[in-house]
């Protein structure tokens, strides 16, 4: 099934309906997908990072949660296949999807399904909640969501104990504030492992559209300089091939939220930003001392507001002290095609 997954589109797959062996499963997602191509031609990917995923979803094996998500990320250009992050839009149709192949059930008067999935790339659990009639998932709604034309049925997701699932802790150095290559960086992994540093202090306003950051050779040779020492610090090890950590450039917000936000993903400018980043940036912003907490402007209650290229993002992070109580997210999803993809027969 091909969803529309918050500002994300992936291929969802049953668990076993794919190889159980990785390295077959992952040449096939790549025929599947057209890559390694720049345009995808031969496959159904749509030639950018954030049309090139896959949601693969089952039963959920040691019952922690009703089902299990496991998101993979296909280059479009180098082919490989990541499992080292999750994908928080591909989670917003990860419920819907579980509901339309009946890994799980509801009632016929039913208006609501709430369902526990274990996002297996970091075996951290999110809850999602969506309105279904008649058993059905209903994707019609009056919700609107930057970077998605249109508005369709929120889909709410709370996550449990985010920090560190990538990278041990919230905080993997301890530090907020950590230094690299004299620029002040909060290393975070509170749902995605990202690098958050001031804008300005790598020669940009934050205003830049993505194209003209894209453009900037000087600035993209740095902030890469500066995601390669910090993955080792992030117990990431060596993260050249690899699309972890995030970077995103901060700065004062512009057009009526609390924070203004660039993210490099790692490498193209998102033109969105990332659902788990979001919450990892957010919560960034929120940690007194951070490069990001001296350009925030956030009134200290609600939803944590972040600008990006193509409009707003919110995100719900409560703190006590440096500890995260509780994150959460509203996103929407759609059913966009259900049926059989013919893949090219040679990797």
Same mark, same amino acid.
């Given at each position: 099934m091909l969803m529309r997954g918050g500002s994300s589109k992936g291929a969802y797959f049953l668990a076993d309906e794919l190889p159980a062996d990785a390295a077959e499963r992952d040449s096939l997602l790549r025929r599947i997908m057209g890559s390694p191509d720049s345009r995808q031609i031969d496959g159904v990917g749509g030639a950018h990072p954030l049309t090139s995923k896959v949601a693969i979803v089952g039963s959920c094996s040691d019952q922690s949660a009703d089902i299990e998500y496991l998101f993979l990320q296909v280059g479009v250009e180098d082919g490989g296949v990541s499992d080292r992050q999750n994908c928080g839009n591909l989670l917003a149709g990860v419920g819907p999807f579980a509901l339309e192949r009946a890994l799980i059930t509801t009632s016929g008067d039913a208006s609501e399904a709430t369902v526990r999935i274990l996002m297996r790339n970091t075996d951290t659990v999110a809850t999602a909640r969506f309105p279904v009639h008649g058993g059905a998932p209903v994707y019609d709604g009056v919700t609107a969501i930057s970077g998605v034309p249109g508005t369709a049925a929120?889909?709410?997701?709370?996550?449990?104990?985010?920090?560190?699932?990538?990278?041990?802790s919230m905080l993997p150095t301890g530090n907020i504030v950590d230094t690299i290559r004299g620029v002040e960086c909060t290393l975070i992994d509170n749902g995605m492992p990202v690098?958050?540093?001031?804008?300005?202090? *790598?020669?940009? @306003?934050?205003?830049? @559209?993505?194209?003209?950051l894209e453009a900037n050779?000087?600035?993209? @040779?740095? *902030?890469?300089?500066?995601?390669?020492?910090?993955?080792?610090?992030?117990?990431?090890?060596?993260?050249?091939?690899?699309?972890?950590?995030?970077?995103?450039?901060v700065a004062p917000p512009g057009t009526g939220g609390h924070l203004l936000t660039r993210t490099f993903i790692p490498h193209r400018c998102h033109e969105a930003i990332g659902v788990l980043g979001a919450v990892s940036v957010a919560t960034a912003g929120l940690?007194?001392?951070?490069?990001?907490?001296?350009?925030?402007?956030?009134?200290?209650?609600g939803a944590v507001r972040l600008e990006h290229p193509t409009g707003f993002f919110d995100a719900v992070v409560e703190l006590s002290g440096n500890r995260v109580e509780r994150a959460g997210i509203v996103r929407t999803a759609r059913k966009l095609m259900d049926g059989i993809v013919f893949p090219r027969t040679n990797d």
């Open positions: 929120a889909i709410d997701l709370e996550f449990d104990d985010l920090g560190g699932g990538s990278c041990g690098v958050v540093l001031r804008a300005a202090d *790598v020669g940009a @306003t934050g205003h830049e @559209t993505c194209a003209e050779e000087e600035l993209r @040779t740095e *902030v890469e300089k500066i995601r390669l020492e910090a993955g080792p610090l992030m117990n990431l090890g060596e993260v050249s091939d690899t699309t972890v950590p995030k970077m995103t450039l940690l007194e001392g951070s490069p990001a907490s001296e350009v925030i402007e956030y009134p200290g209650e």
